[in-house]
């Protein structure tokens, strides 16, 4: 628990706020171990999530709380044995989740966090990007933590929006979700069979994601070079790639070029050492291109794109996270697939031009095909060309709440 030092002499004329203020300045925390935590699944994801009163002020602090919490480094195997992490990316996930400020609540905020991405057999705590999938249950948690609540009288329809600050990449994302009138209040109803999302079993409530305003979510521009195409020197061979920065910065490349280098005898197995070796460097080319730090693994994300095969979806895409093929595609790389098919030049822009003739119209949404599924993205332009949203269904699901010893 946290002690209180005490502070010196206060005039009584001191309201009773600034007194507490105060005494929180001087305070000595303790972090709490085991610490309250709360297990939840995020369309493909699952991360623990943790009230940001709970941990240190100083976030150089949180490693050792983090890497406790998921059983890392796992040197052995990269089970994660020891914690709560599964062993790959989509399951090493945290989210430290907030009241929003009084400047935030004046902007309509009604939350604030932090994603943190943990390393499996490394030491890694990343901050450096946002997840798209588990942003969706941060609503959700801010609403049960009580950082928020909503007026039952004002509620239009069964469904409310929460608007959350990610402090990662600076930039405001709205969640809609249902709402049900349980205990005196509403409370986020997840259990609806309203849809169904690749990679998950059965059916649950729709889950809306909106990013406003989703470019240069790292680097400030939705094209980092200022081009749709560039092209990365690799082995000795020019590749062409496509640097988007819209909810995570990726690079993007074309399968026909990533077969040009890699020579496969036949179809490209993305899981062998040679297929991550190269997706690495052409990575990392692009993050200096990008100007962004090439020995970072979460940022920027990678993915090769494939032209569509089937009336199904619209452009494919095996994507990697922290270096190792997706099992499904990271949230924010389908976001921002969503929004380079739209801008006019790019590789995803001339994947899918065949999808424009007359098929689809400018609102609707882009069918990705990723190894588990398919998912639908969309991205709303302004007539100037700047990105006002991108958007997604995912769905979600409550599954421990608690402790958690680190």
Partial sequence: MPVL????????????HRVH???????????????PATFLRGGTSKGVFLNRAHLPEDQSKWAPIFLGIMGSPDTANGLQINGMGGGISSLSKICVVGSASAEQKAQGIDAEYTFVQVGIRDTTIDLSGNCGNLSSMVGVFAMDEGFCSRDPS?????????????????????????VTFAGGSLQPKLDIPQTVMAGVPGKASQITLEFISPAGARTGKLLPTGKPLD????NDQDITVSLIDATNPTVFVSYADFCRVLRPLSLVDFSAPDSRELMQSIRRAGAVKMGLDPNTQAQPKIAVLSPSCNSDHDI????FSMGVLHKA?????????????????????????????????????IRIKHPSGIVEVGADFGADGEVLKAKVVRTGRRIMKGVVWW
């Fill in 5 to 16: 030092f005490s502070t010196a002499h206060f005039s009584s004329k001191l309201h009773s």
């Fill in 21 to 35: 203020a105060l005494h929180r300045l001087h305070r000595k925390f303790t972090t709490l171990n085991p610490i």
């Fill in 154 to 178: 004002t509620l239009s329809g069964t469904t409310t929006t929460i608007r959350l600050h990610n402090t990662n990449t600076n930039k405001t994302i709205d969640t809609t979700f249902p």
């Fill in 231 to 234: 092209s990365v020197n690799v």
């Fill in 316 to 319: 494919g895409i095996h994507a």
């Fill in 329 to 365: 595609v990271p949230m924010t790389v389908g976001l921002c697939l969503g929004v380079a098919a739209k801008v006019e030049g790019t590789l995803a822009w001339h994947l899918t031009k065949s999808m424009r003739l007359g098929k689809v119209k400018e609102s609707e949404l």
